[in-house]
């Protein structure tokens, strides 16, 4: 999911995302204003994938934080609403 092109099926590493998609896509596919995630970010999302946690607990603050948003707008696009709930998780970690 986050190594190959969703929609061309090339080899990465990518950084463009593109949730209606499902996942990462070439620079040469992706819409105008597809937002490119960090480097470290694609680490830790592929890491909570295959339960790595290790390589999860050791990420950094800025690539939790990108994860987190990543995370919170898959889940909302796949349910079609809004998870009001979402503001009151602590963020402080």
């Known amino acids: 999911m986050l190594d190959v092109c969703v929609i061309t099926g090339e080899d990465g590493p990518h950084t463009a995302l593109v949730i209606s998609a499902g996942g990462v896509v070439s620079d040469a596919v992706a819409p105008p204003g597809t937002p490119h ?8 999302l592929s890491a909570l994938l295959i ?5 999860a607990d050791a990420s950094p ?15 909302q696009f796949h349910l079609e ?11 402080t970690e």
Do not use: C, M, N, Q
Not at 62 to 72: D, L
Not at 81 to 91: F, M, T
């Open 37 to 44: 995630l960090r480097p470290e970010t694609i680490t830790l």
């Open 51 to 55: 339960g790595d946690w290790a390589v």
């Open 61 to 75: 603050d800025g690539a939790r934080i990108e994860a987190r948003g990543i995370v919170a707008a898959y889940a």
């Open 81 to 91: 609403r809004s998870i009001r709930s979402l503001g009151h998780i602590d963020r």
